[in-house]
């Protein structure tokens, strides 16, 4: 099968082009795995940060891409809950050990023997993956592949995040950064919360502009203090300034939760603007997001189902994901990137 393959590590502005097509054996389902033909493969912050190291790979080369929509066509011996021929997705989660206390209390994002899809086992920027069953998701219909990708990561980890803040209807959400998570948060916040607020932060016009248009109370640039102090704020941005930003623009009693897998080490001298009166007293609350469990991707996908949940998309030749990559760095666009093989 045709796979990109990360070799090296580095950072991308030295070298744009860290992945190379490579033609590899096609990968074989061992027992209670299953093989799957990759449709297409959303592109996602994180495989910038494996592939400049700040979570990198467990061994190299590694086939990146974690959030997968194809077809099953091989079952491994002793698979049984799945059928060749059926659609389906991975997430960001590829196994967790199933036995310690986190994942026998439904907190398998947490298992220290939690492995990531792309990152500990080749992932899907390939025209083939396996992966083990019961990690499997069906992909409901009325989505076809390149709209189902992005809600395997962007999506599943924005149910995740909106869950942690714990929103309550008629209360305020805001959102720093508004990329392939963030679009998808207010629509399906608009579903299941008719009257709550929205209130974007993005650095980019084009972004303000898009999340105006999916109908957002209110949009501005980080530094503008919201018209209202809010009850919640996600934060998806790689940097430190929207994490101190958003504390001081939170109620008492208010929630950050950051949705970020790693901070970048450019800005963290903005934290030395951290006030305590400011920013953390009032009982307000930091909470980080870490991965997501089997139970977030298949109610998140349900949810988009019924919200009819459309992600903006990007498509490009998976001949072109170092292209995809270097310009979600740069972040010249809105919407989700996706591989199609
Ligand atoms: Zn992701
Ligand atoms: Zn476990």
Redesign the pocket.
Known sequence: MKAQLLTRIGRLERDSRPLQEEEVTDPIPEAGEVLIQVAACGVCHTELDEIEGRTPPAYLPMILGHQVVGTIVELGPEVTEHRVGARVGVAWIYS?????S??LAGR?NL???FQATGRDHGGGYAELMKAPAAFVHPIPDGFNPTQAAPLLCAGAIGYRSWRLTGLRAGQSLGLAGFGGSAHLVVQMVQHVMPNAQIYVFARNPVERDFARNLGVTWAGDFGEQPPTPLDAIIDTTPAWRPVVQSLQYLKPGGRLVINAIRKQVEDQSELLKLDYAEHLWLEKQIQSVANVTRQDVREFLQLAAQAKLRPQTEIFPLSEANRALVELKMQGVVGAKVLVP
């Open positions: 967790a050990c199933g036995g310690c986190y994942c398998e298992c220290r023997d």
